[in-house]
């Protein structure tokens, strides 16, 4: 199965949500342990493709009281929905806060949701909005239930159009993220921004901070992340200065580093079709030490994928793939996750969307890995492999941990009734 031009990720939490679970309890960083020993799946939900969503795709974000919530980008009205998993007992019970409309409140959403210190959720929507061209909005819940409240819609070129990606919750609140296509440039679609929401009192002001250009890359599926000077980095899936008759690029990953009222951008990597993976699909996570992490969906020696490694040397950063997947082997293979997940002691976690040992699925149903560091680089050991049903297939998302080093995701697709499941993963 193959998810173009963009899908993200998803994920939910576990047995400890029974026992009053916080957002402290589980979170998308570093402070987790390890698995140590064969890990056993345990569904938490599957998605039925009615009312209560299909196919979701998109990291989960956890409220304060370990509820958590996600997107799908099918489902409810047929425009996709925001789901919310409540835990009661050892199982979740789940329920709709919105249904997408396809009207100002837009429709598809393949981002996950973030969270602000108040309880507010954001997150895009790939189509509808205001001028049908997707939006930027924002979920509070109240006495009289939950409100959808759209910040942004896009307008098409030269602004943007498409958020694939989610947003990034800056300093004064100001949100920033990406648009699969219009800006500027390419043909008369565009091929993709970088934007900025401003709050200014109940409304945002959205100011276009880059429009690729094919050079710098085009069509940015992925999020993005900042560091502590306010810089965002983030990636392309095409585009750069590797280019050949029959395509616009391999890809990039790419930094917008603040300069008085703007950004300078640079490109910090050029994927190539010859001499590695290439397609970075997926966006970046940075450990302690600065270096970024990403995946490729294919290429590489074994045509399946990588995990890669951007470390800097000065102004400049060094490429390292850390893992080349190969499915032949029981591998993993075609990794599709909007970001991986660091462990405390450097270890990465993630999913492929095909690959393992799972027959139901021509190629296989997809996995969960870890890459532990050593002396000699990273071992890879495939955690889980699914198996289609009851399990899942295809998890195109990312991972989130609890402290106990429980992992929680999605897949896009099996379990019960076809349509994915929400599902922990326990060492």
Known sequence: ?????????????????????????????????????????????????????????????????????????????????????????????????????????????????????????????????????????????????????????????????????????????????????????????????????????????????????????????AGLITDASGALYGTTFLGGTSKSMDNPGYGTAFKLSPNGSGYIQTVLWNFQLHGGSYLPYGGLVEDSAGNLFGVTNVGGPYGAGSVYELSPTGSTYALTFVHNFDPKKGDGGEPFAESLLLGKDGSIYGTTEEGGTGTLCTGGCGTVFELKPGKKGYTEKVIYSFRGEPDGSAPAAGLIADANGTLYGTTYAGGQYGYGTAFEVTP
């Open 1 to 221: 199965m193959k998810f173009l031009p963009a899908l993200a990720s998803i994920v939910v939490c576990a047995t400890w949500c029974g026992t009053g679970a916080t957002a402290a309890s589980l979170r998308p960083g570093a402070d987790f342990a390890p698995p140590a020993k064969a890990a056993s799946e345990q569904v938490l939900y599957s998605f039925q493709g009615g009312n209560d969503g299909a196919n979701p795709q998109a990291p989960l974000a956890v409220d304060g009281t370990g509820s958590l919530y996600g997107t799908t980008v099918l489902g409810g009205n047929g425009n996709g929905t925001i789901f919310k998993l409540t835990p009661s007992g050892s199982t979740y019970v789940e329920s709709i806060p919105w249904r997408f409309t396809e009207g100002n409140d837009g429709s598809a959403p393949h981002a996950g949701l973030v969270v602000d210190s108040s309880g507010a959720f954001y997150g895009t929507a790939s189509g509808g909005g205001k001028h049908g061209f997707g939006c930027v909005f924002k979920l509070t819940s109240g006495k009289a239930g939950y409100t959808l409240t759209p910040l942004y819609g896009f307008a098409g070129p030269p602004d943007g159009s498409g958020p694939i990606g989610g947003v990034l919750i800056g300093a004064s609140g100001v949100l920033y993220g990406t648009t699969e296509s219009g800006g500027t440039s390419g043909d008369g679609n565009g091929t993709g921004t970088v934007f900025a929401l401003t709050p200014s009192g109940n409304a945002y002001t959205e100011s276009v901070l880059l429009s690729f250009d094919g050079v710098n890359g085009i069509f940015p599926y």
